[in-house]
């Protein structure tokens, strides 16, 4: 052989670990193995370790256990991603955080401000990169239209939605195991994250809840809801709607729309592929059907962006910027979540309900 | 530690080696490295090798020469991408093949009949995987546009269209240079291919071309075309028009049609996001502007079908069935360029010119 | 001449005498003239008389004048055109009936339930036919949109959305003297009617407001809205949200959409037409600029469904069918006005409010 | 009553007679008496006698002949609308010229150039409108595409389309007695309108057509074509292609488009509605039908639009000023029907044709 010397300009990836092994971590299991050169996922934590030990066998990953301080401890492991239940993504995000490991948690950040509050004083004591999986701002369409709010393409924002409708088949099989507030802790928390991050000048003040149990009555209840529309009121006068549904037969539907005094932007994407058929019956295409599918990019580039900002860390370089404001942290989680709570208390009383004060709570932190 | 022991079940990625490290060459050389987790990218072989060298620190390549051969002379290397100049592509796929490499060949497979027959001896003799990079199959719309005339859903195609319009600016800076024919062999033999695959059941009989510069007419006189309609004659009597344009100042656009006895069907795609914004002059929206963004997934995914072909014959494993006719190989290339070299005819007798018998060839090397 | 005999099947067109010639007067007056073949505009009245005779010297009317008790006095009239302010509607609607005219009568029917009632009683009393001006119902696109909900594809309506964005310059020159509850009464109302029609099987129940002056800020304390977003609550547990904008600067945007156990429909054009440019800055398109251009052909519909009426009761003949519920009247009317009227209710408390009983008292009506 | 007097400014309805009460011919009739205020439909001739009374009883029509000659010699008919077959277009417009009467006529306006020469010195020699029935001209998409080039937005044309998908159940009924040719001189000649309309600053210099009988191959024999495409060069270089096709399953479909040094536009609606459904099995929505629902405003624009030069002439008025060329007359009756001619001449032989000569020879007669 007559090679020629390289020296490698390529930096060296990020070493992550998972804890959670369910469906969306595997999803982001196979994303860091196999789509994200910056990162490598070098260990895999599940107390369900049929499933843990399966997914690392598929992605050759050499690490598995059935507990998560196992991968706090070990020193080879920079981040965690963190996707597990939702009741457990706070005292998670602590313990990793005390380890030194930088953190990526699935939304919500915590269930209650509290527990979020206890994060975020974590996350600031060990000086560690923390971001939540607010996935859509990643996609293109709605990072496009971020820009062109950003640019002043729309004015200034003053009607908004967001909307979030599940694919289902029209019954929901695990009703009666939904945790209470599901919808707005962990479905609609993606819209009030969209909401607030197009109208990122401004804070949510206050939200009007209509929800019901349409697709499963049999379980309102138990406080089961599968069907919520949500007012949102900004304190810059804007107005947003949020809706989200559990059970859309044509599959994922997820759209925004920032309506300002200069003009107005949608994001969303109503066909599948760009192939359109036309038949005896007229025009047909085919709908996105999953959100890993829909947001298969989104999901790759949030964490790309992840590892970007751990090797920022790590390497003591500038980290990522955007143009317009992107990597989700620990004051968006605080929001999107003020506002998730505020509807639950909405959604009992059938008032309006007050959304704690996120910025002065945030402010009062950093 | 306490890491439970796992054997990984994750197949070896197969080791490819680059042979041209220009523009497109460098862009599969990331997409190698970067974006397909079943391939190594390991070396890579351009005389011009200081790009050859950049390339590889930037992806930590550590095998870089100028010279092919050393790339044929690796046992380390299991496939080769050949992305040099058309002209070389014929002797390129030879020696590979004949040092046992498979072969991912960027269009076209040779500059005539004659070569690719070396070709096609060569490849049938060493018993090598051999693919060409008709990257459009790969395009989630153009795959889905074919799955329906496989459906039946688009009945015995009739007519068809498929067209190319390169990004420009209104003018070529490089007309003076582009090799003759280029517009047949190297842009539109996409289409040729495009429409072949569409109509697979049919053979192409011969083509009608009307061109001219029109984008640099005066570069006309040495033979230069920047815009071209071809029409194609089909055995099943289905008509075809291809089309190409060197400068579209919107960008870069791509479409193709099957109309059939039992409806059509469209692919395409005409905006760069699913973000549509609205002003005071109306509605806009981005056009796609690079082939690397529209088909940035197509790129990825023929790689990826490349070596997971590569992988299947290494490993003795089935090759990957795509439900439809989908990996280009040897019979596409030679259809698709019998096409162009019709229209190279026909572009200069203003008459239709028969395409060379291309399945009575290839039967009779089968 | 050797021309044949014929005998001529075509029916006599109705006469119709509009009352009120301002903007949508106008508009109306030339429908009927110019673009409904079965009316005959006969007469104009106007106390703004100088409109009125400018008007009628346009369309040939040869019957001009200050006073509408003329028309209601006018034996050759069989119906009138209610086009004037709307605290005039209930009154003209009363003394044309009682004087045997047919009615069209633009929204609202009256400004309060009590009017509404009123207006009732005459109607009943007298028997004539009276339609009110929803003319949304008769656009193509929400037409097609109700024919899905009525075949069964959308299921069981469970949520709903309507908006209205008027165009506009980013101010409003006239806000001070714009009636309070305006939004409510006279924009939003149609997207009520939009949204009883489309769940139609329903009543709407309580509504929540959340509005606000955004685009006139100074006019706000004196009670001016420009900008509302309601939740509408519906007894079979479908939520709707209706939104309205008095500037748009993109122009006029209206738009529907019924989510239902089955699936969802969409009504709203984007586009003025289906031309699409693509140029340097990428695509583009039209938007629709006024309402009588989007709706143009749903409000000659809607005058010739009136002109049909009008005759079947004339001619003792079957009211027109159109296979769906389609043309609005009194129930329509007031079941609108209670959802608008409760509006301003929840715009002033903040909370929400409850719909008056509108079956209840339809019901007792009957 | 106490009516004030008016002076009506309403111009006085042209007067006008049909010629052919077939299908198209109805709908043209209809058209007359309930769409288009300017004209009154006065007389009907059919030699089917049925056909014209049965037509007129519907309209209210009083003068019913077998004959044309009545309706030239009828010195109250100010124009004469032909929509008999295509043989005798040439003959009604010249006998029709010399009685006086503005002419209206269908394409083609003959079916070989000396009678469209005779056509255009009958015209001249009586001083009267003449206008064919290009009523794509007038589709708002259409209008909009040509403003468009007009505006420079596209540039210098260098690519164009045209296509014309009549819709049909996957058989022709009647194709032993559909005259040869018809594809080119009564479907295609629509499209070679459009073309020399959208690049009017330009002569077609020459054609080459791939047609076939796909549809109904048994006839083919007999001459009969079904499937055609068409590449016309124009003097400017830009290259059009023409394409039709007698039986779309999922109806009418009409399309065009310019592509040009500056941009591109596109014409043509894909949807019959602007409702769009989502269900099950993905997205869907109606396709237009048929010409007269496609194109049902179009034609309406162009009898008005001929109502109004007849207006014109009759009351020494202006002609009416679209800011476009845009009111087809002999020019381009002639300019489309030479395209055609050729055409036919190409389809025999299977090589290029020229066009005569269109604009010498009418340059020549004017």
Chains 1, 2, 3, 4 share one sequence.
């Not at 138990?222 to 810059?236: H, I, K, P, Q």
């Amino acid at each position: 052989m007559t090679y020629l010397p390289v020296t490698s300009a390529r930096p060296e990836a990020v070493r992550v670990g998972l804890i959670g092994a369910g469906w969306m971590g595997a999803f982001h299991a196979r994303s860091l193995s196999l789509r994200i050169p910056g990162a490598d996922l070098v260990a895999i934590a599940d107390p369900a370790i049929e499933a843990a030990q399966s997914l690392a066998a598929e992605l050759g990953v050499a690490r598995v256990t059935p507990d998560p301080a196992d991968l706090f401890a070990d020193p080879e492991i920079d981040a965690v991603v963190i996707a597990g239940p939702a009741r457990f993504h706070a005292q998670l995000s602590i313990d990793a955080a005390r380890a030194g490991k930088h953190v990526f948690c699935e939304k919500p950040g915590a269930v209650n401000l509290d527990e979020l509050g206890r994060v975020e004083d974590a996350v600031a004591a060990a000086g560690v990169h923390w971001q939540i999986g607010f996935n859509r701002r990643y996609a293109a369409d709605f990072l496009a239209a971020r820009r062109d709010v950003a640019s002043g393409a729309v004015g200034t924002p003053q009607l908004l939605r967001s909307l979030t409708r599940d694919p289902g088949s029209g019954s929901i099989p695990h009703a009666a195991r939904v945790p209470r507030g599901t919808i707005f802790l962990e479905t609609l928390i993606h819209d009030f994250d969209a909401l607030n991050w197009y109208n990122s000048a401004a804070e949510p003040v206050s939200v009007h809840v209509t929800a019901d149990a349409l697709v499963e009555p049999g379980f309102k209840g138990a406080g089961f809801l599968d069907t919520a529309v949500v007012t949102v009121r900004y304190s810059n006068g804007a107005i947003a709607v949020a809706e989200a549904h559990f059970s859309a037969l044509y599959g994922y539907d997820v759209r925004g729309e920032v309506f300002g005094s200069a003009g107005m932007v949608q994001a969303g994407r109503a066909t599948a592929t760009a192939a359109v058929r036309y038949g005896a019956t007229g025009l047909s295409a085919e709908t996105p059907r999953l959100n890993i599918e829909l947001f298969a990019d989104a999901y790759t580039a949030e964490l790309a962006d992840f590892a970007e900002h751990v090797r920022a860390r790590r390497d003591g370089a500038a980290a990522p910027d955007h143009g317009v404001p992107l990597t989700p942290g620990l004051l968006d989680a605080r929001r999107a979540l003020a506002v998730a709570l505020a509807c639950i208390e909405s959604a009992q009383t059938g008032l309006p309900a007050a959304v704690a004060g996120s910025s002065a709570g945030a402010e009062a932190r950093a």
